[in-house]
């Protein structure tokens, strides 16, 4: 399965984009996790199924994560595709 890790940076805490990073992954079909680093910064992973319309709902999801949220200030986005067999069960918010 299609899986990226994500770090984004700039204001990002404290503006609602944990959430809205689930709100819009679930929108997209997307499943995951995205967590508040201590450095100020949001970390997370996306998969994805593996076909057309799970590549574009990953293309999608990083076009999106370089705007946030209308209350944050994203400055940088860092994107990587990873190995990962095992699934995840939905998209949450890590602590």
Sequence with gaps: MPTLSFRVTGRVQHVWFR???QMTAHSLGLTGWVRNMPDG????CAQAADDARGHEALKRFQDLLRQGPPSALVCD???QRVDRAEAYNGFQ???
């Design 41 to 44: 910064s949001v970390e997370g």
């Design 19 to 21: 959430g809205w990073t």
């Design 93 to 95: 918010v890590r602590m």
């Design 77 to 79: 986005v860092l994107v």
